[in-house]
């Protein structure tokens, strides 16, 4: 991996690559959160384990892409990395709207969006929650019912009075299930 990061420099993908001996700097690997190598920080995306070129320059084009964070919380999640995404989460708070996307995709699969799920709760009534009120409205009038009752739930996390008129408006909706939801969200709101 050493020697497919240094092609990469010099074929001018990446700007610069610094390498740590983790034997002799074992302090670098606490303060990181390195618990395995290979390593690498491409970005803001954590990389562990081998990676091979072509998959280093898919992150490397992600990288200020915007669907790049939200592509890396997704790989994340999958893997079953809950507690990476919280980390990053909690050092980059506007990053939660990056998982909008697994809310957004009903095929996204059950681990990734119970993961998401747990995020968001975590950040329940947070400042990074109340500036996705809007989003989560507009989620609220998608094609999937699930899609629209997780939106529903997720509104109700942020316990701001905005997200009362989108709940109100899914206590119309077709799915018993979003009705249900969005009645237990407005109660909630309501305390």
Request: glycine content about 8%; overall charge negative.
């Given at each position: ?7 990469l ?10 390498v ?12 990181l ?7 690498a ?13 072509e ?15 939200a592509?890396?919380f997704?790989s ?69 019912a699930r ?8 509104l109700?996390?942020t ?6 008129s989108y ?25």
């Amino acid at each position: 991996m050493l020697q497919v990061m240094t092609d990469l420099v010099k074929q001018g993908w990446l700007g610069r690559l610094d390498v740590v001996n983790l034997e002799a700097r074992p302090e670098l690997a606490a303060e990181l959160g390195v618990r395995s190598v290979p390593w690498a920080r491409i970005g803001p995306f954590e990389l562990a384990g081998v990676r091979g070129r072509e998959e280093l320059l898919d992150w490397i084009e992600r990288v200020g892409s915007p669907s790049g964070m939200a592509d890396y919380f997704h790989s994340l999640l999958r893997d079953g990395h809950l507690p990476q995404v919280l980390a990053a989460v909690k050092h980059q708070p506007e990053s939660l709207a990056a998982l909008l996307p697994i809310v957004a995709n009903p095929e996204a699969s059950i681990n990734v969006r119970i993961g998401a799920g747990v995020v968001f709760e975590e950040f329940a009534g947070q400042p990074p929650m109340l500036a996705l009120v809007g989003k989560f409205g507009e989620l609220t009038r998608h094609d999937d019912a699930r899609v629209r009752a997780d939106a529903c739930h997720y509104l109700s996390l942020t316990g701001s009075p905005e997200a009362r008129s989108y709940l109100s408006s899914c206590q119309q909706d077709d799915d018993d299930v979003v009705r249900e939801i969005a009645s237990e969200g407005l109660q909630a709101i309501d305390g």
